[in-house]
C-alpha cells in the first residue's frame, strides 16, 4: 500500500513455513523472537541499514538458514556473535 516499511513487530514469521525473505533496504530494526521456532527458513536477507535485531530473533530455526548480510554490517556482527550461517555481500 506504498507504505515505508522501517522495523518488524515481535513474532511476526515465528513459527511459519517461509523458506526464503527479503527484508527491504528502508529496515532499521527488527522485534524479539522475529522467526523464532522457523524450521524451513534457508536464506533471509537482511538490509545493510539493519541497526537492531531484537532477542531470540533466530532462535530454533532449522539448520540450513543462512543470512546474507552486508560485508561490515549490525548483521554481520550479529550472525558472528550467535553462531548463525552467513553470507556477506558487498
Known amino acids: 500500500d506504498g507504505y515505508l516499511v522501517i ?6 514469521f515465528a513459527d511459519c513455513d517461509i523458506r526464503s ?14 522467526f523464532y521456532q522457523c524450521k524451513k527458513p534457508e536464506k533471509v536477507v537482511l538490509p545493510a541499514g539493519l541497526s537492531n535485531i531484537g532477542y531470540a530473533s533466530f ?15 549490525y548483521a554481520e556482527q550479529y550472525a558472528i556473535s550467535f553462531g548463525i550461517p552467513y553470507e556477506a555481500q558487498t
Open 21 to 34: 525473505v527479503t527484508l527491504p533496504k528502508t529496515m532499521e530494526r527488527m522485534g524479539w523472537v522475529t
Open 7 to 12: 522495523g518488524l513487530g515481535d513474532s511476526v
Open 59 to 73: 532462535d530454533g530455526c532449522s539448520s540450513s538458514l543462512c543470512l546474507y548480510v552486508a560485508d561490515g554490517s
